[in-house]
């Protein structure tokens, strides 16, 4: 069974400064891929940046990027610069290994999600 | 490009009735369609997804149940609702790949009086 934490039920931060979120795993998969998403109040799932268990370099999406950790299970999210439209809810995700026979195709567990709020 | 609409964005509904979500996806073919349900605050929880016409897996054992009548819409349906059954609703589709994201539909907030 696959799971993500993520600690900070809320972070503040003062706008234009970095912030990091952080995120955890536990799989026994090799091969999977880890997705944050954006959740602003409205509701709507935003799509932000992937890293693939495989993959050697961290992901980066704009201001967005990816401090990932294969030894320590981790793939905190890095926002640079912060803005006011930052505040939201952020998720992490993870996919199971694409095995086409495995009932796991495809499918996101998500963590419970941290609380960004960005400063004036 | 892909659309996903989700309707209706909002509904109230008593307890016991019956219950009919409809999601529909454009710009792609033979996408994986997902369910999810979220508590106030919380994670997404998975209920049912769908790699194809006629196929639905569920997740968490429920009142709810899904179906995929056509290749780009997905259904969530209930006989009779309860009053645990409130909640944000999520519909989401995927095409395979390993990097490929799920992207989300608006949603459905619905309230169970």
């Known amino acids: 069974a696959q799971k993500i934490t993520q600690t900070q039920p809320g972070m503040f931060v003062q706008e234009k400064e970095a912030v990091t979120l952080d995120c955890t795993y536990d799989?026994?998969?090799?091969?999977?891929?880890l997705f944050w998403y954006k959740q602003p109040s409205s509701g709507e799932m935003i799509f932000l940046i992937y890293?693939?268990?495989?993959?050697?370099q961290n992901a980066t999406e704009g201001r967005y990027s990816l401090n990932f950790q294969k030894a320590r299970k981790s793939a905190n999210l890095v926002i640079s610069a912060s803005q006011l439209g930052d505040s939201a809810m952020y998720f992490c995700?993870?996919?199971?290994?694409?095995?086409?026979?495995?009932?796991?195709?495809?499918?996101?567990?998500f963590g419970q999600g941290t609380i960004l709020t960005v400063h004036p | 490009s892909q659309t996903i609409h989700q309707w209706p964005a909002t509904l109230v509904q008593p307890v016991g009735s019956p219950l009919s979500l409809e999601c529909t996806v454009e710009?792609?073919?033979?996408?994986?369609l997902y369910w999810y349900r979220q508590a106030a605050g919380r994670g997404l929880q998975l209920l049912f997804y769908?790699?194809?016409?006629?196929?639905i897996s569920s997740e968490v054992p429920q009142n709810l149940s899904a179906s995929r009548p056509q290749d780009r819409q997905f259904i969530l349906s209930s006989k009779k609702l309860l009053l645990s059954d409130s909640g944000f609703y999520l519909c989401?589709?995927?095409?395979?790949?390993?990097?490929?994201?799920?992207?989300f539909g608006d949603g459905t907030r619905l309230s169970i009086l």
């Open positions: 989401a589709w995927s095409v395979w790949g390993r990097n490929q994201p799920q992207h």
């Open positions: 799989t026994s998969d090799q091969s999977y891929g």
């Open positions: 890293q693939g268990s495989y993959d050697e």
């Open positions: 995700a993870m996919r199971a290994s694409l095995n086409a026979g495995g009932t796991s195709y495809g499918k996101l567990t």
């Open positions: 710009g792609t073919s033979n996408p994986n």
């Open positions: 769908s790699v194809g016409i006629g196929q």
